[in-house]
T-cell receptor, first 116, second 108 residues
Framework: SQTIHQWPATLVQPVGSPLSLECTVE??????LYWYRQAAGRGLQLLFY??????ISSEVPQNLSASRPQDRQFILSSKKLLLSDSGFYLC???????????????FGPGTRLTVT | GQSLEQPSEVTAVEGAIVQINCTYQ??????LSWYQQHDGGAPTFLSY????GLEETGRFSSFLSRSDSYGYLLLQELQMKDSASYFC?????????FGAGTTVTVRA
């Protein structure tokens, strides 16, 4: 069966510090991978998605970046955090188009980031 | 781009029926999905409609009208554990665009 891991679960970082959040998927190959951010009491904002190694699409211009160094690894980074970067960060995966249409996404447990 | 509208809050008693409406404007459309998210948790998939009509999954049903750019999620026989946020999401090729969510509160 497939599982998705995210770490850390919670993080408190000062303004101006760097960030690295990691997401890994097990039990599937060549998944589509996604990073979302959710502000308190709000919907999910798509930040980045990837359809393959080294292929990253950005949905919202910001001081965050994403990388996919391996097939089932997705990393969200920042060089200098802003207060507005606080939120709940969720990684998700879905089957690639060659295995069927996008029907559902499977979410990781999330990382709650507080920038102070 | 995509734009989705759904009510922000709904309150109902145990055993009742709740309908959460979702209207959307989108440049591309492959289907409409619904997700449930309990406080502090990750969203989980509930239902998916690609074609017009009703899809039933236990106590939950979802409806889609593509011509009206409208769908709804129907929660029947409400239970306390159904208190959560519910999101509609438009599927556009290989990505989802989510609505702001509807918080459902179930009272005893």
């Amino acid at each position: 069966s497939q599982t998705i891991h995210q770490w850390p679960a919670t993080l408190v970082q000062p303004v101006g510090s760097p960030l690295s959040l990691e997401c890994t998927v097990e039990g599937t190959s060549n998944p589509n991978l996604y990073w979302y951010r959710q502000a308190a009491g709000r919907g999910l904002q798509l930040l980045f998605y990837s359809v393959g190694i080294g292929q990253i699409s950005s949905e919202v211009p910001q001081n965050l970046s994403a990388s996919r160094p391996q097939d089932r690894q997705f990393i969200l980074s920042s060089k200098k955090l802003l207060l507005s970067d606080s939120g709940f960060y969720l990684c998700a995966w879905s089957v690639p188009p060659d295995r069927g249409p996008l029907r559902e996404q499977y979410f990781g447990p999330g990382t709650r980031l507080t920038v102070t | 781009g995509q734009s989705l509208e759904q009510p922000s809050e709904v309150t109902a008693v145990e055993g009742a029926i709740v309908q959460i409406n979702c209207t959307y404007q989108t440049s591309g459309f492959y289907g409409l999905s619904w997700y449930q998210q309990h406080d502090g948790g990750a969203p989980t998939f509930l239902s998916y409609n690609a074609l017009d009509g009703l899809e039933e999954t236990g106590r939950f049903s979802s409806f889609l009208s593509r011509s009206d750019s409208y769908g709804y999620l129907l929660l029947q026989e409400l239970q306390m554990k159904d208190s959560a946020s519910y999101f509609c999401a438009v599927i556009d090729d290989y990505k989802l665009s989510f609505g702001a969510g509807t918080t459902v509160t179930v009272r005893a």
